[in-house]
C-alpha cells in the first residue's frame, strides 16, 4: 500500500485531502491512515498535514513549506528568515513566521513552528517566493523585510511602504511574465485571474475542498491552461447537502485575499426561489488595485472611477451522481493543493450546459468555445454523467438511457437552433484571438461533436 501511496503522491508534504484521494479505493480509507502512522510510513506534523516517513521518502520533506502549510496566511521571517539569507551567523532550529493572525506556536514531531503577528498593513510587504525543485515552493520574507519584521515584533514599529507592495506583488505573482500588459482591459483580466488564485488559497486553507470541487471555464484555464479568460469561480459538493452555507466561508476568503494587500469584500447572496446553487459575490475597486499591481498610468486613466471589480462564486448543493474527482496542484500564490472534477466529467458538465443551457434568448458562445477546447486537447466525455445530469434537469426522462447516437441526434437539433453569429459576438471579448472564431459554422460543430469519445 505504501508504495502505491508513494507512487501517487509527487511531493514530500502533503494534506489530509490528498491522503483521502489517493486511498479513496479503499472501503474504509481513515483505517489505512491509522495504520500507516501506526507503521511510520507517513507522519503526522499537524492535523491534516503529513509527510513521509524515513523508510519512504524520496528526499528531504522542506520544514519551510510545512510552516506555510500549518498556519496561513504566513511567511518564513523573523531569525530564520536572517539566517537563511546570511545576515546572523548563528544557527535557528525554530522556524520563525510573521502572520496577521493571531500568534501562535506549533511544537510537532518535525520542529517548532513559532507564527508573529504583525499588522495587515505590513503582512505582504517584501515577501518572495522559494522553488527548492519544480512544484516546491514557498513564502519568505526578503532580508529587509526580515529585520523590519524582527523590530516591530520587538519595538512595535514596522514600515508601510505601496512601492513595496507593488514590487512584492510583481515578483512574487509574476505578472509581467505570465500576463500581457498592452491594454487596461489585460491589466483587469490579470487581477481578477489574481484574485481568483488567492480565493482557492483561502478555500484550501479552510478546508472547502473536502466537501466541494472545482469545475467550469475558470478551472479549465487556471488547471489546464485553457486559452479562453473566464470570470467566476464555479464548484460543486461532492455529495448532496440541504444544510451547507457558502457563508461559513466567506470571512476566510476576504481575511485571505486582504492579507495579500487587496481590500476587498465578500458576501453571499440570498435568492428568493429554492435553487440548489449558493453564490457569493467578491469584490473590490479596479481603480484601486491597478495601482497595486503597477498599472501604467496611461492605461489607469481609462478605467472609470468607482468601477468595481466582481467575481462570482457559485457551489452546486445538489449535484448530479457518478462524477470522479482528482488533486490539483497551484503553485501561486504558494503551493497548494484544489480537488477539482476529473476531465471526462467536467466535459460532460460542459456539454449539459451546450445542450441544456437556458439563457434566454441570447446563445453563450463561452460553452461552444469550450466544447471545442475540449475536443482538441481532452475529448474523453464520461456519458453516464451527462446522462444523470440531463435527467435531473428535466431533459431525459429517468427510463432513458443516453447513448452516442442519442448524444448526436441531441446534438444536431441543438446545433440547428444555434445562432452562429451571435455565439461568435459573446465569445469574441474572452479569447486572445478572435481569428480562431472565424471557422466557426453548423458544419464546423457537427464535426466536432463527431470526434467525441465516450467512456
Sequence with gaps: MIDELRSRIEGEEFDYQILMDCLKQYERPRDKITSLLRRKAIIRVKKVIYVFGPKYSRRSYSREILANMIYGPSCISLDYALHYHGMIPERVEAITSVTNGRSRRFSTPVGLFIYRHVPKAAFSIGVDQVQIEAGRTFLMAVPEKALADKIQNERGTGIR???????YLIQNLRIDARYERKRAEDDVKALREILQEIALLGLWRSRFFEKAAFYGGTALRILHGMDRYSEDLDFSL??????????????????????????????????????A???????????????????????????????????KIEVDTDPPPGFDTETRFLLQPISFSVRAFSLPDMFAGKMHAVLC????????????YDMVWYVANHPKLHLKHLEQRMIQSGHLKNAQRLTPDRLLDISETAIKKLDVNQARREVEPFVKDPETLIVWSRDFFRNVVERIIYI
Aim: hydrophobic residues 35%; positive net charge.
Design 357 to 368: 443551457r437556458a439563457w434566454k434568448s441570447r446563445v453563450k458562445g463561452r460553452d461552444w
Design 238 to 275: 461532492l455529495k448532496p447537502s440541504a444544510r451547507f452555507d457558502l457563508l461559513r466561508y466567506c470571512k476566510a476568503l476576504e481575511n485571505e485575499i486582504r492579507s495579500f494587500g487587496f481590500e476587498v469584500t465578500v458576501s453571499g447572496k440570498t435568492k428568493s426561489d429554492r435553487s
Design 161 to 167: 511602504s505601496q512601492d513595496d507592495m507593488r514590487r
Design 277 to 311: 446553487i449558493q453564490s457569493a459575490f467578491l469584490k473590490a475597486d479596479t481603480l484601486k488595485h491597478l495601482l497595486v499591481i503597477n498599472t501604467n498610468d496611461s492605461l489607469i486613466r481609462s478605467i472609470p472611477h468607482g468601477q468595481a471589480l466582481k467575481i
